[in-house]
């Protein structure tokens, strides 16, 4: 029996260690407009299911990846979480691996725009290094 | 430079690989109906993508399972790919939680779809034994 | 200014002329549930776009059968409009190369899925004949 | 600051309530497979989400069956909501004028479909009563 | 039996209710590139289905927000539901409430731009008034 | 049995024919990001289904835009295979009208947006002209 505060700073963790703090995260790029959707990221996606110990985070991101190249109607998530990948251990090589699969699960117009959303990612870093 | 017939062979031997040769593969399913995308999804799909060395069988079936289990609308292939995912490695502990997380990602609806197949994937596993 | 009866009536004989009329009707099984839903099948639909001259009937079934595949959610509209790409003169060949195709713009489960459901309605009308 | 114990009580009461406590909840049916995942349905989607005052449980009802239909690969849950939605206070009627409204939104198979599974929902409620 | 032209009339009025009438509506911004299409908005979605009476339109916007949000790819359409749900007389907590719950149903990457979406429709508002 | 190689020529030919050389090529765009996911689009994409004779290219690309316009997440790869399809020899009229049918089986969101789509690139060829 846990209380909403700790999985609120569970998940806060979670989730800086994803993004590498970089930037807003999604809990307060909604405080304006959702702040309880906010929290449920917080609290529910990372705090009770993110941070578990079930997944390493670098296969996390995978299922993650995966999920939404092959959506491909959520260009910042996969933006966010292609570069959470890089953050938990995943090569550029393999995470462009991992989109160009997406070619035979849903299609090449899903993997050209999940590898487009990878470029800017990663010129976005190599433009902060 | 390679010939068709190399990729045949090469993408046959990862889809047995994967199945674990067990009942009849994509390939001569569709030998019938569609002789012709049988013979893509050995040469493409497994010849020229799914045996590439740049990620790991076991890394592949987690984008894998997280792309169909986001989409929701390939029962069949889900279960496939469970199967495959059991046979490269991964644990039915991993792929619970992978199939879990779908639900932040894509809904609780296809998290708890995903989770069906996966339990019909295990118990006919257990059926075997 | 065309009343609604006309648009019916054009959509009924429409619907009649894509389905061979074999079996009932989305419009006469819907009578039940949801009788609105199946008029406007047959007066919007078929009616009002179907039965448009500006594309031929078997381009609108190549149009639809593409739409359906790719969609991968809808099987039993998938199979109707088979039927229907038959009747109004594609080729079985034509149709499981089209299907085939979406391998490319959906992925391989989705293009699988409809090879499949191409299978079921090339047995029925073999079973038929 | 509220324990989880709370949040999984609160979310049982809001899903016995929806449901009408007939047949095994998707809590008690993912118990053998995925316990977390059922956990997390009770706690998160119906102890924090679903329980809110801010939306009356006949309008969520209305959000939650345009998502299914409109998804239209879920099946098992759109029965479950449309079961959901009579129990929250939405006449037959308005349920099937709502799913025929996603016609005009994700199309008329996605339409069909969903009224199709309406019929099965009030088709057991008439066995039932 | 009712002509088209009655449709038409009774389709545009339920567009320019449900739009506040501000700004260029779906059927003349398509005037110049598929005139019959608009057409189809005004005659079929609007003059048959949402001007029907068996539906409020307050409860017709939620299920269109719920679809287009749960769909996550129409941005334009989900903005113009918005707008129209707000003219329809939910309230801002309402809108945000049912977009939120969305998480549930088709993930948190769907709930956040359908807020998103939201945050935009609310601002224009502000700045209008 | 065929190398690689002659896959390559004939996908690159394919795809030229395809896009009237104006512009990149999704091949060459890739080349800084995925160059082998780009030559699977040459090689496999082009070069073993686009290019078969089995299909017209008009007729695959009623398929394409059918497929691209339903799914809606595509609007790169939608406005590429408008072009396509006028190259290929559907007329505007023809290609207009496909995608106004699309409103039937994906909804009018997915067909206003698909005819937004062919307005720009018409727009752009009318302004090369």
Redesign the interface.
Known sequence: ?????E?YERGIKALQRLSGEEGPS?VTS?A???P??GR??A???YG???S?S??EPR??Q?????????????A??LRFHINGALNAGLTR??I??????????????????A??A??EV?AARDAEA
């Open positions: 029996m846990e209380d909403s505060g999985r999604p909604l304006d407009i959702a309880d959707l449920f990221i609290e529910f996606a009770d299911v993110i578990r079930e997944l296969d996390r995978l299922v993650t990846i995966g999920a939404l190249a092959a959506l491909g109607n959520a910042p998530q090589g393999e462009v691996e991992a989109l160009t699969q997406i070619a035979v699960y849903a299609g090449f117009p899903a993997a050209i725009n590898v487009t990878a470029r990663f």
